[in-house]
């Protein structure tokens, strides 16, 4: 499903035999604590259970596995929208022709090759912290109106997000869904997809309430590499 509203879902990102794992690993952890938003803990906005894999050893590997099914993605993503990559930032690449530097435009980097197309984004993005979040049948769900853009005590780190992604776990409940504010949209959770959306205003959105089984989702954001050493 593709869309010009810049929201786009690519199905089948994750196998279903990937996301039942994670299922699986999420149960047996036992470190899953409250969902916690920029304004703290408040069920009222966000009702979840969550588990963040960075920085834990014991996820490592599930990090990594879901940095790269999102870098995939990504890249599909940039190759549609390439002023996600060129309207923040002036680049130049080398014409194998005449050796020479030429600006690059959004027609040339469409149509890199993956390699060369791979080495720009994670040079100009790097990813974002990844949690695991349950939300309970009938009761959980993250109901505020809110993005993912906005500043907070992280040494500026939450004003590089540029992109968020989700990847949806699992389904067989109703409702459930991502809705988007401007865009009057709702995308229902199907087992394997990934949504990748800006994270600014524009894309305002909520997690409806799921009823009937509870929903799991692996989510995080697509921050812009830092220009300044901290």
Known sequence: MSSDDFIEVYEDALSRDACAALLQRFEADGGATRGVTAGGLDVTHKNSWDIQ????????????????????????????YAFAILGPHWLNLVDPATGQKKSLDAETLSALPDDTLRAIVTKVFRPGVVNLQKYLADEGGYPRWHCE?????????????????????????????????????KFAPRTGTLLIAPAAFTHTHRGNMPKGG????????ILFQRAEPL
């Open 214 to 221: 509870d929903k799991y989702i692996a989510t995080s954001w």
């Open 53 to 80: 894999l960075t920085g834990h050893p014991r996820w490592a590997d599930a990090e990594q596995m879901l940095n790269g099914v999102m870098l995939g993605c990504l890249m599909r993503y940039v190759r549609k």
């Open 149 to 185: 853009l906005g500043p907070k005590a992280d040494r500026g780190e939450s004003l590089h997000r540029s992109l968020l992604w989700t990847a949806y776990l699992n389904e067989g409940f109703a409702e459930g869904e991502t809705e988007f504010y401007y865009q009057r949209r």
